[in-house]
């Protein structure tokens, strides 16, 4: 039986599908994004009437729906894409589980929109100037760099959390519980900024590289690049014919080809190499100090006990606020999610804190 659940979902999904459509550069895509956020309303609509439901009462977009729409607006239209992916996986997989409990037979419908979105998203049998506006989204697709955030900032506030109450439980001392604090959000902050920049360093060297040796292939043996391309172009749905031709269109500019080359062959795009791997590194410091920061903040004014319990209520509110927010990506519920996260964090905490409390008493 359809539930309210089920009915809110359809009207989200509605509600973003239009955001996309109206978004969309490509007239083809938008049209489709169009259709689609049309039949999720009708889906709704059919549920209403099914459940003896009164029209007037037909839900309007939920709060998450919104948010996602603000985040949307932030990190880019793929964020929304993803999102959209997730839920419709979700679904898909419901109906699966539920055909599966009645044997009923699968339709084509149950996974359509999976199949669209994989198809948009992996530029399946997308042809001419529309293959190269979707050669990248299957890389940013679902908000990575929110997801880069939310993961540093719980990172940093779990951590220092734990470290805070651990000294807290030693020593009961305002000053040691600021040092350490401090120290860990600097330590950590600082090995968290430097990882990112290796790991984007040695990315875009290794990028380069690649790229190197795809020219030299190109110079040396363009008749064989272009077979290969065709052959790519094939492998992707498009009939045998046209491949062929718009690879040889491709390898008419030497530098088109490279790059179509590099991101079909090697799978890099050339916006992988725009990233700095400085901002990488700065943005993963200050997310992880602002999550670090928290449970410091009342050592500053205060010590002992009330410092110790305002802490550990700054720090379980900033990891509600984690777990709701990482619900953007799940599609479960906030207070669930929100709550989980709380629990685990206390329960890390409390282990910490009784460690040190036990080794705290061993040295007096």
């Known amino acids: 039986m359809i539930n309210l659940t089920n009915i809110q979902t359809e009207v989200d999904a509605s509600y973003l599908y239009a955001i996309l459509a109206a978004k969309e550069k490509d007239s083809t895509v938008a049209a489709i994004f169009k259709e689609m956020s049309d039949i999720e309303r009708s889906h709704a609509l059919s549920f209403i009437k099914k459940n003896g439901m009164s029209l007037d009462h037909f839900p309007k ?52 929109h999976v199949v669209i979105l994989k198809n948009i998203i992996e530029n399946n049998k997308i042809e001419g100037t529309n293959l190269a506006q979707f050669e990248k989204r299957h890389r940013s697709v679902g908000g990575n760099a929110l997801r880069a955030a939310v993961l540093g900032g719980n990172d940093g506030l779990v951590s220092n959390f734990s470290l805070v109450m651990g000294i807290a439980g030693a ?11 401090m ?45 290969e391309l065709a052959l790519i172009y094939m492998s992707k ?15 008419q500019d030497k530098n088109q080809a490279h790059e179509v080359l590099v991101r079909e062959e090697l799978g890099i795009s050339s916006e992988e190499l725009k990233g700095s791997a400085m901002e990488a590194a700065l943005a993963s410091f200050f997310f992880f100090a602002i999550g670090a920061l928290l449970p410091v903040i009342p050592f500053f004014f205060i010590g002992g006990i009330k410092a110790t319990m305002l802490s550990a209520s700054l720090s379980a509110l900033g ?7 990482i619900t953007l990506f799940t599609g479960k519920s906030m207070l669930y999610s929100g709550m989980r996260q709380v629990i685990f964090g206390l329960a890390a905490a409390a282990i910490t804190y009784s460690i040190g409390k036990w080794i705290g008493v061993s040295l007096i």
């Open 237 to 251: 749905g498009i009939e045998s014919e046209k491949a062929k031709q718009m690879a040889h269109e491709v390898m």
């Open 183 to 227: 120290a860990g959000l600097l330590a950590g902050a600082l090995s968290m900024a430097l990882g990112e920049w290796i790991s984007v360093k040695s990315s875009q060297e290794l990028y380069e590289n690649q790229m190197q040796l795809e020219m030299d292939e190109l110079e040396h043996n363009p008749e064989g690049e272009e077979r």
């Open 319 to 325: 990891l509600f606020l984690i777990g709701a927010i």
């Open 61 to 112: 977009p939920s709060f998450r729906a919104k948010l996602i729409k603000r985040f949307g607006n932030w990190f880019g239209s793929d964020f929304i894409l993803g999102i959209l992916l997730n839920t419709e996986k979700s679904l898909a997989s419901s109906i699966h589980s539920a055909r599966s409990q009645t044997n009923t037979k699968t339709s084509l419908s149950d996974t359509a």
């Open 171 to 181: 020593t009961n001392g305002q000053k040691e519980v600021l040092l350490t604090g």
